[in-house]
């Protein structure tokens, strides 16, 4: 059973700086993609970032130019720079990967991420 772990998440002011982490483990064989989803309270969950295992990644245009995503073997990390309001949310990490042959995904329970002044 894979796990994700997720942490890094709190309030931040506008303006502000966070660096979330995730590390999966368990029974993992390869791993093809990992992400960083978010959903806000009574919206639906969005692709906020995701990286590839041929390295190309991919953003929302809200976070285009503010976040980094990363990935070191089976950690990933959200690398949030210039934080707004309306990047409050839960964010959650997503790992697809290979094992026997066979596709899996997993989901983390997700960290909160509050901007406010």
């Known amino acids: 059973q894979v796990q994700l772990v997720e942490s890094g998440g709190g309030l931040v002011q506008p303006g502000g700086s966070l660096t979330l982490s995730c590390a999966a483990s368990?029974?993992?064989?390869?791993?093809?993609?990992m992400a960083w989803f978010r959903q806000a309270p009574g919206k639906q969950r969005e692709l906020v970032a995701d990286t590839f295992s041929g390295g190309r990644t991919t953003y929302a245009d809200s976070v285009k130019g503010r976040f980094t995503i990363s990935r070191d073997n089976a950690k990933v990390y959200l690398q949030m720079n210039s934080l707004k309001p309306e990047d409050t949310a839960v964010y959650l990490c997503?790992?697809?990967?290979?094992?026997?042959?066979?596709?899996?995904?997993?989901w983390g329970q997700g960290t909160q991420v509050t901007v406010s002044s």
């Open positions: 997503y790992v697809l990967f290979w094992r026997g042959g066979v596709s899996s995904d997993s």
């Open positions: 368990g029974m993992i064989g390869s791993i093809g993609r």
